[in-house]
Nanobody, 127 residues
Framework: EVQLVESGGGLVQAGGSLRLSCAVS????????IGWFRQAPGKEREGVSC????????YYGDSVKGRFTISRDNAKRTVYLQMNNLKPEDTAVYYC????????????????????WGQGIQVTVGS
């Protein structure tokens, strides 16, 4: 079984920054992908970013390109999402998810690719 735990959310003013963390435990293979998603009330879950844990390839959703950066620490089995220049429209519950498929691609911004999910964490951006 795989467990993912998000941390680092909270309330920030527009233009501010937050860093989310996703700690992965329970499965020991090294080849997997971590994705970050978000869901605002009344909206569908949106792919924010993803990273392959075996190399440094990443993808970003159009709405966050240039503002968010995903990174990983393999030794800590943790993935980070640095969010800069936050906007009120970034307000949502943010989730991290894991996929153990060996193939990595832009389709990893699609929620249905992922089998394992964290519980989610709230990010609120004030105007």
């Amino acid at each position: 079984e795989v467990q993912l735990v998000e941390s680092g959310g909270g309330l920030v003013q527009a233009g501010g920054s937050l860093r989310l963390s996703c700690a992965v435990s329970g499965r020991t293979i090294n080849e997997y992908t971590i994705g970050w998603f978000r869901q605002a009330p009344g909206k569908e879950r949106e792919g924010v970013s993803c990273i392959n844990m075996n190399d440094r390839r990443t993808y970003y959703g159009d709405s966050v390109k240039g503002r968010f950066t995903i990174s990983r620490d393999n030794a800590k089995r943790t993935v980070y999402l640095q969010m800069n220049n936050l906007k009120p429209e970034d307000t949502a519950v943010y989730y991290c998810a894991a996929d153990f498929d060996l193939v990595f691609g832009p389709y990893h911004l699609i929620a249905s690719r992922y089998e394992y999910w964290g519980q989610g964490i709230q990010v609120t951006v004030g105007s």
